[in-house]
């Protein structure tokens, strides 16, 4: 049931939120999906004619990709970038790839760091952080493989050690670029921390330190404007925090209710959407407090016992959309934490969704897509296939170019018109 949503309504007007990306804002038809979840980070493109129905006939083509990963594919006009990763005795190859968005031809394929093989959960990969690009160069992070930067024609331009993260699960959280830096979460069993590293040079611009021990590192922060100012909202284990993106200083701090912190925040209306990881309740919190704001700031939050939460949930017009692990859909209204509907969808999910048009794509381990219709009712438009037979696992989030989808296996990556 949901509680307190005294601040819902208000907060819209209270605080104007938009993203500081690199480029110019988002044309209805977007040239780049620059990083993980599209270059506002929220997974949500502005392209209206994105395939609803599709099948093999789709298919514009299909790359079998020479490494393997659960990485999110990014693009920047006609070049795709994706990492992945190839076992050699007890090192790793960690490799980050370029291939042509017309054609899918692999343009080039560099190793970006050999180092032992780490230990992983067994649904995490060597190469499960997506990359970033500002459209001259590429940043790819892989945990105790390092932060890398290459050109766009693969020429290593700079390259960072961040330590040994210990734990047994491996890493997940992408780098975003913010002006002139990349910033990367490095929570870890062990030292944790946010840094900020000039994109150009690899220097370290600042270092925050972050609670000791909040078990890994696999949430992406966004970064929004509150009154003028940026946030950088990062997810987590004790919960969600915000921080100066210009100087690592600590803004805020709301507490959560139990735990893990992957899936990354949504925004919108005033508000901050998130989700914890393990099951527990869905909350939204107003941006732009001091000091810990859970008793001041938590607009409302929700019962949300749906098992299991690893994809990001996602916003569209005034209906918040949170799938759980296991397959199931729930609906909540975004200004009062109203569960509006839950559904099971079928299948198991592991990315994060997107949504194009109005609607909801989410991609299942087997390569199933569901299209959703967001609402006060549950509408289920469409559930495509892609990829059967191949073998795979899908684990990634899909992109969008243009007005088509890209969808990764961790072998395989296709593009849909």
């Not at 110019?24 to 129905?53: D, I, K, Q, Y």
């Not at 795709?80 to 190859?93: H, P």
């Not at 109005?358 to 009712?377: F, H, M, Q």
Request: aromatic content about 8%; some cysteine.
């Amino acid at each position: 049931m949901f509680r307190h949503s005294w601040l819902a309504g208000k907060t819209a007007l209270a605080v104007s939120m938009t993203t500081f990306t690199v480029g110019l804002a988002m044309a209805a038809e977007p040239t780049h999906w620059s990083r993980f979840r599209g270059p506002e980070g929220t997974g949500v493109s502005g392209a209206e004619r994105v395939p609803v129905n599709f099948g093999e006939g789709n298919i514009v083509w299909q790359t079998q990709l020479p490494v393997q990963g659960h990485s999110s594919p990014i693009q920047w006009g006609e070049r795709i970038f994706l990492t992945g990763a190839a076992a050699q005795g007890d090192r790793v190859e960690r490799h980050v790839l370029c291939l042509d968005a017309k054609s899918g031809e692999v343009l080039w394929d560099k190793t970006a760091a050999v180092v032992p093989g780490e230990s992983l959960h067994k649904m995490n990969s060597w190469a499960t952080p997506s990359c970033v690009t500002d459209g001259e160069r590429v940043i790819a992070f892989f945990g105790a493989g390092g932060l890398h930067c290459f050109d766009n024609d693969g020429e290593r331009v700079w390259s960072k050690e961040l330590g040994t993260f210990p734990g047994g699960w491996g890493v997940g959280a992408s780098p975003i670029i913010f002006n002139e830096t990349v910033i990367q979460n490095c929570d870890a069993e062990g030292e944790s921390y946010l840094i900020a590293l000039n994109r150009k040079t690899g220097d370290v611009v600042w270092r925050t330190p972050r609670e000791a021990k909040p078990r890994g590192g696999w949430s992406t922060p966004i970064v929004i404007n509150v009154n003028g100012q940026p946030e950088l909202i990062l997810n987590g284990e004790f919960g969600v925090s915000a921080y100066n993106p210009s100087t690592g200083e600590p803004l805020w701090n709301c507490t959560g209710f139990n735990g893990r912190g992957t899936p990354a925040p949504v925004w919108g209306h005033g508000m901050l959407y998130v989700v914890n990881g393990k099951s527990g309740d869905v909350y939204a919190v107003k941006p732009g407090g001091r000091g810990d704001v859970t008793k001041t700031h938590m607009a409302w939050h929700t019962d949300r016992r749906g098992g299991r939460d690893l994809p990001s949930p996602i916003l569209v017009d005034d209906c918040l959309v949170a799938i759980s692990m296991s397959g199931i859909a729930t609906g909540y209204d975004a200004h009062t934490g109203q569960e509006l509907w839950k559904e099971r969808l079928g299948g198991n999910y592991s990315g994060s969704p997107i949504a194009a048009g109005g609607r909801i794509y989410a991609l299942a381990e087997d390569g199933s897509v569901v299209v959703l219709k967001p609402g006060k009712k549950f509408e289920l438009v469409a559930k495509n296939r892609v990829g059967e037979g191949e073998g795979g696992v899908f684990r990634s989030s899909p992109g969008v170019i243009s007005n088509d989808l890209l969808i990764r296996s961790d072998r395989t990556l296709y593009r849909l018109k």
